[in-house]
């Protein structure tokens, strides 16, 4: 009995010690692909109609689904590279996600992380010295700015950017809508379900189908039905159009 217990006992901890090296392991691998993105590295991208795009690894970062993928594959047998500084493996997309809108994906990541298409820094480096020079030119235009902050100047373009990247026809915002979901990429999924929103703020459900191309399958039954429980929403006598008699 007591050796069937230390048995089982070293079984639990063996098991224990593997796992921890596997979650030492998986660490020590994001460790690397951080770096790798501070170095300015890439990552080739794969659609499903195999289509390969290199992207910066910065950039690829803000999609949690692309960053949880990227792993360094050491290469000991080449004698240029030493163990750890290996080639980044070729991430797989989505099948949900449109290959035709992958670039706008890339386009979006790259803005927002401050990067080129080679991985290089685009950020803006406010010194003191900088700072105060942008400020006093500012303050002696004829359009100065109390209180100028750049930083928050920056913040508000690439607000105002944003904007403008989801003014799209809605094939492309679904599709943008699609890429966000699936590659988990949030702040692409809050400004395209932002520009949703405000597309059928103010609609009644007829003319929200018609923004959204959505069929009216309900009876007359079924939409009169639905107006006696929920007169609230409904306050005209005839709520929702009546479907067109065959």
Same mark, same amino acid.
């Given at each position: ?11 639990? $901890? ?27 590295? =890439? ?21 949690? $689904? ?26 797989? &997309? ?5 290959? =035709?809108? !992958? ?18 820094? =685009?950020?803006?480096? !406010? ?15 004829? =359009? ?13 373009? &690439? ?5 403008? !990247? $989801? ?5 492309? &915002?679904?599709? *943008?809508? *699609? ?13 395209? /379900? ?10 009644? /459900? ?27 929403? !409904? ?12």
């Amino acid at each position: 009995m007591a050796s069937d217990q230390k048995g089982e006992g070293g079984e639990t $901890v063996k098991a224990a010690a593997e796992e921890g090296e596997t979650v030492a392991a998986e660490d020590k691998g994001k460790e690397k692909v951080t770096e790798a993105a501070e170095e300015g590295e =890439t990552v080739a991208a794969e659609d499903k109609g195999m289509e390969k795009i290199d992207m910066p690894l910065a950039a690829a970062m803000l999609s949690t $689904v692309i960053g949880n993928s990227c792993k360094i594959v050491d290469d000991e047998s080449n004698s240029d590279k030493p163990s750890g500084d290996g080639e980044i493996i070729m991430v797989k &997309l989505p099948d949900q996600v449109p290959s =035709t809108i !992958f670039p706008e994906v890339k386009k979006y990541c790259m803005k927002h992380a401050k990067v080129d298409e080679k991985g290089n820094s =685009t950020a803006t480096v !406010f010194t003191n010295t900088g700072a105060a020079a942008v400020a006093a030119a500012a303050s002696s235009s004829s =359009t100065s700015v109390p209180n100028y902050d750049p930083i928050a100047t920056e913040e508000e373009e &690439l607000k105002n950017w944003d904007k403008e !990247f $989801v003014n799209v026809d809605q094939w492309s &915002l679904y599709n *943008l809508l *699609l890429a966000a979901h699936f590659l988990e990429i949030k702040g692409l999924l809050d400004i395209a /379900s932002q520009k949703v929103a405000d597309m059928l703020k103010g609609k009644n /459900s007829q003319e929200m189908r018609d923004t959204l191309n959505i069929a009216n399958d309900f009876t007359a039954d079924e939409q009169q039905a639905i107006a006696a429980l929920n007169p609230w929403a !409904f306050p005209n006598p005839n709520p929702l159009p009546l479907p067109h008699p065959e």
